[in-house]
DNA sequence: CTGTTAGCGCCTTCAG
DNA sequence: CTGAAGGCGCTAACAG
């Protein structure tokens, strides 16, 4: 036997056509009971259980399942907890709408490879870093709708992104209530160049990943309205894990020895500088305040607990996978940030 | 404009043959490049980009792409650790056969939804709870490649499956060995009715669930053997969650107020039984030794760290995907499973 | 109810 | 190198 039998050769076998076979199988209440039993019959004894479903993708048009391109590969993925926040978003929407979910890896090149190009979706989740991002334009070519996430790609995709400027803003602007005048800033990666250290206003303008822009340009707007020169606070550039925000904390802290507050980009670059200060004999927030970014859930759990700007990711995931689904829904929102003030801030320590 | 441009549309346009207009797309430099200009010029006029891989599909009949199907539905499987470990094995594997991975929610039961009847994969991992399971049945019929984790499918299946019942039989000797002689089990579920609470023997008897049966059988083999009456050990099932959990783990210390030693059959379980006991007063492990499952990173990094049966979930993974390309490999698995000792366990207090 | 027909979009022969 | 033709498996539309 060569070939797979189909519904064609079950049709021949048992004497009727191949709508009829076909409708036996797709909406069984338009056959007769008898050829239905007959059919089904011939197609038990020829090993045929159901229609395949790559025939019916062509004729249909739909697979019934959208594409999330993630950033790096997908084991990776995998082992990231925000990308799993964000799922539980996307997923909870596709379980309601019966719809699958595919993996697509942002790094093959092949075409060969499952990726943007070839995945057999109805639509796209791009997460991306930078406006102008390579996957944003591979999205784009297959013309199927796509949303892209933490970046606005254009009129014909839709967006969600959160208030990174506003969320970056209330921080400063809690320390600036609670009387801080010297501050310093450990900033997120700016460019994909794996710079780290201190970076000048130069090296500040050459930013491309937006949510260190939006956040830099929330904390500049803050401290600037409140008469603060902010081309003279110190900003770090640090990589977002322990180690790297070990290594920045340090750096920030021999920079600007007198500053009373450090604004962090994330948690984990707070909790990194809460760690390093303490190790240094400084108090926080006694002699340091810090205020963190993003509301990890170990942000509520350090010592002292972090002050902290708290996005919902889940929410992201909801809202993107939304607009995939539903055409005529908000093309592009702007998801609220909120600040959670807990002990890593406190009024500016009196100056001697 | 009523349809989509397409292939045929850009060879008409462009005055050549369809033939000659695909290879201008997959096969280049067959093509004569002038001729390949012109017909790239008018694909882009037309605004084609590049052949549909709906088309592709049915002609070349491979997706590129496996299908994991999930218990429960998809926003569940994202907050499973357990899912998550098992998934960055299966996705290293795809990641380097440049395979995408497609998620199937084992819930649908209409075939309009995207479901193992339907979904464009080339094979499909299932993980499943009980021997009959109906997923078994459904990724039968579609005649695809399928390998079963966590139980044996039969002979047309691969599986992989991991030593539970000897892996629980080690947790038990475990505390045996600390002189523990009151015991306390908290277990998963047992089958899909959504019962919790303490478990009698008949109850018990009614395990569809393979692990939890396996890690029930070990657990009775090691204290049968030392004597002790299992059916006079409490144990209480749970839903695997922290909240779950913590219920299970307040009707199991209210049942077995003396019981100095919790045999808990995930991490999940057992670290939300070391939290209700420390709410309750009691000192892990200075009153109350636990041993969990599984392994999951958390269970290092807990208070105290957790003492656990450890598999390896990624491997299971690795081994799974790669049975689904590898016709040829091994079509049945058991994977080794090991004690880790950490400090939720400590002898036995003295009975006073 | 049932049969016929005509594609869905593409790729791959096989001739020229 | 290029063109013509057939078919991958299925279903919707339209006649009987």
Redesign the pocket.
Known sequence: MK??T???DVAEAA?????????V??KPD???PE??ERVEEVARSLGYHG??P???L????RVNAIGVVVMGDLSYFFSDPFSRAFMMGVAEVCDARGAGIALVSAVSRDSANWGIDSALVDGFIVQCQEDSDRLIELARRRRLPFVTVDVEAGADAGSVVSDDRGGARQAAEHLLALGHRRFAVLSLEMTSDGRTGLADRARRATTRYTATRDRLAGYEEALTAAGIDFDAVPVVEAENNAEGGAVGAATLIEAAPRATAVLAMSDVLALATIGEAQRRGLAVPGDLSVVGYDDIPEAARSDPPLTTVAQSVIEKGRRAARMIFDPAASRHETLPVSLVVRRSTAPAPQPR
């Open positions: 070939r797979r189909r519904l064609a004497g009727v056509s191949q709508g009829t076979a076909s409708n199988f797709a338009l056959v007769r050829v239905r229609p395949d790559k025939g019916r062509l004729r249909a048009g």
